[in-house]
């Protein structure tokens, strides 16, 4: 009964158990609590996209965590051959002790090369990428503010440098809800290791609880804690789950007033039938030999990634709203050509299959895929002890973000940076614009998209920003 | 009459204060003066205009980098030309109807809803305002006329501050009721006369009275003495104190009064209360972000906090001293008093309020970012905390809503702006507890050497290899230093890929540890996380301790603080001086030094004036809404215009000149609330229905609102339940166990993993209360952040209370969960001689009552039932690790590596009893306990 915890948004109804327990109380059970959640709060009890006609209905964002390099992936930077090793100093207050003093400039190890109809421009370390070229929408003109990994994830997954404030996904489905009761909504496949900021990435923040991205572990216990510890027996905790309902009985009949305690024990009902379902869905048992093939699953080095995007698929197909996976380590401050040499091959394959698989199942039209990392690289590198390495520093003024499907603009580059790559100078919009295009192509209109919170109405956006309308196919 | 100051530059101080005391707000009376405006000039003046500025003209302005559509609202002349959509259609001067304008006002145009924020849509009103005026012909007086028109006819009250960036903001017009936190406290309560008893009954009866609402009758004393047993300390009562209070034969309320005073003197009080406040500052033992660096010791703070509730530290005092600690021991002995060494360390800890938020500094940051991030933090904090006024707003701009321009922002900022951080190391305090240190040290030093040993190792492979890859090319070096001593050419150096990733991925957590593990030894010292006051030095990246100067003003840059364009610090413009916010009435004067010390004592000075009305309100609102679950004011972080109103003005003016009256005593307000008939009432109503229809919000205090425990306390009270808590109070963090897979899950810190969580290695270690956790920003508890444990970023005015499903994982299958419930079951079978009286125990010892025949019979048979399945089936003890290993890619090479991390403190760990432990009909009775610590009745507070 905290007042804290109630709805004031204004797109639906109170607390945040519902979320969890939508539709899995039965529909009576739920539509009486909604329609009492409702009247309470003046709200609407169901979730309308702002744009009905915006094709997509999920996203899987593949999130390239530690900053790949856009000259050494999608935006090919022939001058910086001319360059490559010629030396420079900067100073300026502006810059960090690591981008400053004597620098130089780096050539991409690697080869570009058109593909598709739409001439997009990829490296030659993917290999299967080019084969969905005419699917990817490339982006040149995003730039963030952050130079250090967690506020620059913060920035790019919550709007909001500093962490604290609610993330995409969470946003996403708050405004567009869960289509399966059984699972949350919003969905986190994160490399084993957490990445830099940990879990205020996929943070509710503000909005409710029941939002926060649900991290499924790669290894171990896919939710913490989801199963029983050895031994004990699913009729073992049938057994204690029915004999606390009935403990619980008598202060329910006491408390009818108290809404809280029937929500608690459905709530122990969910989390029952949940232990079964998450192993469910999780396994990859029914899918064919050639699926597992064409993602790379047991074969090196796709695996890990490949695992993570199959699965992402599954969940959208189950009707979660927003998946994210995570792809580490892009941070390649040495040796770029080693580093992001071995790196694209673990994700390229299974993005590739990913992609394809989608448009075969005919979701790739209401599945629309992000690929982004939180920030770009630079075209010149420091002079570091142990001589010269051939990396990359960060750049938060030029980056490649591409997506493709779920109402994209597919087959084509949009903005462009300088010919060093340094800097977006064509159609440059802010992070937050482009928060507000990947809500407007989910059907959502960040303006709209609002909760009250210390004061004011916020947004995914933090004070408003412009849709990228060259973005929008 | 209406006041008005010079706007061009910033009032002094004495004229500041001689307006105020000649009362801030001033009545707007109609100037005789200005000729009679006409009816839509009015209506331009008092609604289009201001309509035009805070919705429109951000986006439509006579700039055209902020000109949307072509679109300019700037003047009547760019308006009738209309933008790109529809020209001259946008407005037919004297034809609203014909007007596009009110088309896209009126958000019939999908996709050009103007303005675009649907929170920002104007209302019913406004529109009809804009169309009056269209149909009066849109006249556009000017600025001047618009001034004159406002200020004769324009309803609500003006505010006197220091000024805003426009005459406009400066002279705008508040409703009354946005501003009730800025009015004087409210000093004479006449509706207390000739009432007895606690007043906060006068005034919450007087109310419901008037609402027609009759309140539900007190709880019975088994009912309070667990509410205001948890409510004080956080712990349930034991069963003896249960009996002892409800064996009290003396009346209700003085029985009460005596447990409340019992309680009150409890050295667990402190804890519980302290905890409160760790949630308003953000307390963490890390730094956040990138590198996550423990923070050696914030607990010596967490343990001021907690002596300072338990001392009953006058409120007053306990705000200066977290913010000038360090003033008042410099001007304390300026006045020729001298301070033990003890004090004074007291007071450098204390100060260490102003670093509790995530900060760090990187070798990728950039140093006038990170200074400007602390100094917009602390100024929106201290707002936040002790103004109730969330001040982040007037970063970038005067205040929408509130009476605080930029400039007060930045002039509170200029009080911080010579405030320097520092670890300091000063003396242990005869009230600290340093036990366990010892043995902490031994398991970090063997982490440490561990680390140190691998480093060597790997130096001396590099030797190795480099030797013999010199050879091979038959060159006369044994070490790449060697060969650049000798003048060697690039070429003739090994390549740096020469170490495979393996040996690379190590170094360089191995490097990183080093720099981590050498830091950390500050914890087995008393070192204080403190500051102070001087010229702000270039911060190095340096990952160590800042040390204090010898001179704080011979290094770096005194800081002269200027309103920042946007926000940004390479943007100042007008320069400003440390000031306190200007639109708080006050009777006294509060003048900020300009000098570089004693800024923070005048602030303190001035928040702890009896008669700032921002301050006390703020306080006594705080203590009430951890005592109710609201507060008066809903928002006790927030007492703008946007935050709650009082539902209960008086009473928290009362309230507040009362607190003052009693010397800022937080314990003598506890016992005012407590002691009420409001604070003892039933949970229950007799006619919750009408209740419910009369009372849709639960504003009027009827009943008592039920509660969750909150994270901290559901660990606290399965610990005391299960009767293994170990009381002892305060000292360096403890590690309890952590869900396994969340502990030794790899962390990504700058360029590396962080270390492992590894819990302490004996119970009794272990298993203390949760204010004394290890609170790594990077690393919570699961089991805290799943039940609303805030993140510590921002400051946390009141929890939520949400009810999720990894909740019911974490009570029903966590580890944690199940070695309470074992633990509970030995307890109650070792103090018992019957099933009975053990299911009388359980019950008395989670629940506080015994239970009724039915329950008893049903918990007898889940016991026998569990028995029966416990017969069949092991459950097997959890096996701890001693080592993880890593799986990792380096990032410099892509190429994957391992590490070995060695978890020295679990080889000596005793694991708490585990079901494989006890017999079977203990294991069935721990299922009994089990289901009941998760029943709500244990989660609940009535």
């Not at chain 1, 992936?73 to 001058?79: A, G």
């Not at chain 1, 009818?256 to 048992?285: C, I």
């Amino acid at each position: 009964m905290n007042p804290n915890t109630s709805y004031t948004g204004p797109m639906f109804a109170r607390r945040d158990f519902l979320y969890s327990l939508t539709a899995s109380l039965g529909p009576v059970a739920f539509s009486s609590m909604l329609a009492q959640a409702a009247s309470e709060q003046n709200a609407k009890p169901s979730r309308v996209a702002h744009f009905p006609e915006a094709k997509a209905k999920h996203c899987i964002f593949l999130y390239m965590e530690g900053g790949p390099s856009h000259v050494d992936t999608f935006d090919p930077k022939p001058k910086l051959s001319e360059l490559h090793m010629q030396e420079f100093q900067r100073n300026d207050e502006r810059q960090s002790a690591m981008s400053s003093g004597k620098r130089y400039y780096v050539e991409s190890p690697f080869k570009f090369a058109k593909h598709g109809e739409s001439g997009a421009d990829i490296c030659d370390r993917w290999e299967h990428l080019p084969k969905v070229a005419d699917e990817l929408c490339f982006y040149r003109g995003c730039q963030v503010e952050s130079v250090n990994h967690p506020t620059a994830n913060y920035h790019v997954n919550t709007g909001n440098r500093f962490g604290g404030d609610p993330s995409i996904g969470a946003w996403v489905t708050y405004g567009l809800g869960s289509e399966n009761a059984d699972l949350p909504g919003f969905i986190v496949l994160p490399e084993l290791a957490f990445p830099q900021g940990g879990a205020a990435n996929w943070s509710n923040g503000y909005l409710p609880t029941a939002l926060q991205g649900t991290p499924l572990r790669s290894k171990g216990s896919p939710i913490l804690d989801i199963a029983p510890p050895a031994g004990v027996s699913r009729d073992h905790q049938r057994k204690n789950l029915d004999y606390l309902q009935e403990v619980n009985s008598r202060l329910a009949s006491r408390h009818p007033e108290h809404a809280d305690l029937a929500a608690r024990m459905q709530n122990y009902e969910l989390a029952f039938r949940m232990q079964t379902q998450v192993p469910e869905v999780l396994s990859l048992d029914n899918e064919t030999q050639q699926t597992l093939d064409n993602y790379g699953i047991d074969q090196q080095p796709t695996d890990n990634f490949g695992r993570r995007c199959l699965l992402a698929r599954k969940l959208v197909e189950k009707g979660v709203r927003f998946v994210q996976v995570y792809a580490s380590t892009w941070d390649s401050h040495d040796y770029i050509a080693k580093a992001h040499g071995a790196l694209i091959p673990t994700v390229d394959k299974p993005i590739a299959a990913l992609i394809a698989d989608l448009k075969e199942r005919g979701l790739l039209d209401e599945t629309l895929i992000v690929w982004m990392g939180e920030f770009g690289r630079t075209p010149d590198n420091g002079v570091r002890g142990g001589g010269l390495a051939y990396g990359r520093d960060h750049n938060p003024n030029a980056m490649t973000v591409w997506m493709a499907g779920g109402g994209c603009k597919a087959g084509h580059t949009i903005g462009a940076t300088d010919e060093l790559g340094a800097t977006a100078v064509e159609n440059v919009h802010h992070i937050r614009d482009f928060h507000v295009t990947l809500l407007r192509l989910l059907g959502l209109d960040d303006n709209k998209l609002t909760y009250y919170h210390a004061g004011r109405f916020k947004q995914l956006s933090q004070f408003g920003g412009q849709i990228i309308s060259e973005l929008i196919g | 009459m209406f006041l008005r100051r010079p706007q061009s530059r910033p009032i002094l101080l004495k004229a500041r204060v001689a307006l105020v005391s000649a009362l801030a707000l001033v009545l707007c009376l109609q100037s005789a003066f200005a000729s009679e405006p006409a009816e839509g000039e009015k209506l331009f003046a008092l609604q289009v205009k201001p309509l035009l500025e805070t919705k429109c003209v951000a986006c439509h302005s006579s700039n055209l980098d902020e000109q949307e559509g072509g679109f300019d609202l700037t003047s009547r002349e760019a308006f009738l030309r209309g933008g790109e959509s529809f020209g001259k259609e946008v407005v037919h001067v004297g034809d609203a109807a014909a007007s596009e304008l009110m088309m896209l006002i009126g958000r019939e145009y999908e996709g050009m809803e103007m303005p675009p924020k649907e929170a920002e849509k104007l209302t019913e009103e406004e529109i009809w305002a804009v169309r009056d005026w269209i149909n009066a012909g849109a006249p556009w007086p000017d600025d001047a006329r618009v001034a004159e028109i406002y200020a004769a006819h324009a309803e609500g009250v003006t505010m006197a501050t220091s000024g805003g960036l426009s005459d406009a903001w400066t002279n705008r017009k508040y409703k009354p009721e946005d501003l009730w936190a800025f009015q004087p406290l409210q000093q004479e309560f006449p509706q207390l006369e000739g009432k007895t008893g606690n007043p906060i009954d006068a005034f919450i009866d007087q109310q419901l009275e008037e609402r027609g609402i009759a309140p539900a009758p007190q709880a019975d004393r088994l009912t309070l003495i667990r509410r205001v047993t948890l409510d004080l300390t956080g712990l349930p009562p034991t069963p003896k104190e249960i009996d002892q209070f409800l064996n009290d034969d003396r009346d209700d309320e003085t029985a009460f009064a005596a447990l409340v005073d019992r309680l009150l003197e409890s050295p667990h009080y402190g804890e519980q209360w302290a905890r409160h406040w760790l949630d308003v500052v953000r307390y963490a033992d890390s730094s956040g972000y990138a590198n996550d660096y423990e923070r050696p010791n914030t607990w010596r703070y967490r343990d001021y906090v907690v002596r300072a509730f338990n001392d009953d530290k006058p409120y007053d005092r306990f705000v200066t001293e977290q913010l000038a600690g360090d003033e008042l021991i410099a001007q304390t002995e300026a006045a020729g008093h001298s301070l033990s060494e003890t004090e004074k360390a007291e007071l450098q800890i204390a100060v260490g309020f102003l670093r509790m938020g995530p900060w760090e500094h990187t070798g990728m940051s950039v140093a006038k970012i990170t200074r400007q991030l602390f100094l917009d933090d602390i100024t929106d904090t201290v707002g936040q905390v002790f103004l109730g006024q969330a001040l982040q707003c007037c970063r970038c701009h005067d205040h929408k809503f509130d009476p605080i321009p930029t400039r007060d922002f930045y002039s509170m900022q200029a009080i911080f702006a010579t405030t320097q951080f520092a670890e300091v190391e000063t003396t242990w305090l005869p009230r600290e507890n340093l036990k366990g240190m010892k043995e902490d040290r031994g398991y970090h030093q063997q982490r440490h050497q561990i680390n140190q040993q691998l480093l060597k190792s790997i130096n001396t492979e590099r030797q190795r290899l480099e030797s013999e890859w010199f050879a091979a090319q038959g060159l006369p070096y044994k070490s790449r230093k060697e060969a650049r001593k000798a003048g060697a050419s690039e070429e003739e150096m090994p390549p740096t890929t020469l170490f495979g990733p393996q040996l690379y991925g190590q170094e360089r957590i191995g490097r990183k540890w080093q720099n981590r593990f050498t830091w950390e030894f500050d914890r087995y010292k008393p070192v204080a996380f403190t500051v102070y006051n001087g010229k702000t030095r270039k911060p190095s990246a340096n990952y160590n301790r800042i040390d204090m100067p010898a001179d704080p003003l011979k290094q770096g840059e005194l800081e002269q603080t200027a309103i920042l364009g946007g926000g940004d610090p390479f943007s100042p413009t007008i320069p400003v001086k440390p000031d306190v916010l200007s639109a708080v009435p006050m009777t006294g004067e509060f003048p900020v030094p300009a000098e570089y010390a004693g800024r923070r004592s005048a602030l303190a000075a001035w928040i702890t004036s009896p008669d700032n009305p921002l301050s006390t309100r703020v306080v006594v609102n705080r203590i009430w809404s951890y005592h109710f679950g609201r507060g008066i004011a809903g928002n006790p972080n927030n007492f703008g215009a946007t935050g709650k109103k009082p539902t209960h003005p008086e009473l928290l003016d009362w309230l507040a000149a009362e607190f003052v009256r009693n010397d800022w005593s937080i314990k003598d307000l506890h016992r005012l609330i407590l002691n009420s008939r409001v604070w003892k009432r039933d949970s229950l109503h007799p006619e919750a229905e009408s209740l419910a229809e009369l009372d849709p919000t639960s504003s009027s205090y009827a009943v008592f609102l039920p509660r969750r425990l909150e994270a901290e306390e559901i660990r606290d009270v399965m610990l005391a339940a299960s009767g293994e808590l170990n009381p002892e109070l305060g000292g360096i963090p403890i590690r309890p166990d952590m869900n396994l897979e969340a502990a030794l899950q790899p962390r990504m810190i700058m360029g590396t993993f962080a270390p492992s969580w590894v819990p302490n290695p004996l119970p009794e270690q272990r298993n203390r209360r949760s204010i004394y956790v290890h609170n790594l920003r990077g690393h919570r508890l699961p089991f805290m952040e799943i039940f609303n444990q805030p993140g510590s970023e921002t400051s946390c005015e009141l929890r939520d209370q949400s009810n999720i499903t990894p909740q019911v994982f974490a009570l029903m299958n966590g580890q944690e969960a199940y070695d309470r419930a074992v633990a509970l079951a030995v307890r109650v079978s070792s103090e018992t001689d019957s099933p009975e009286a053990a299911i009388n125990r359980v019950y008395r010892l989670t629940f506080g009552r015994f239970p009724n025949d039915q329950e008893v019979e049903l918990a007898l048979d889940h016991w026998e039932q569990m028995t029966q399945v416990h017969r069949t089936t092991t459950v097997p003890a959890v096996e701890f690790p001693t080592k993880v290993v890593r799986e990792a890619v380096d990032e410099n090479t892509g190429e994957p590596f391992t590490f070995t991390e060695e978890l020295v403190a679990y080889k000596d760990y005793v694991p708490d009893t585990q079901l494989s432990d006890v017999d079977i009909e203990t294991r069935g009775l721990a299922d009994v306990c089990l289901v009941l610590l998760n029943a709500n009745e244990f989660i609940y507070v009535y």
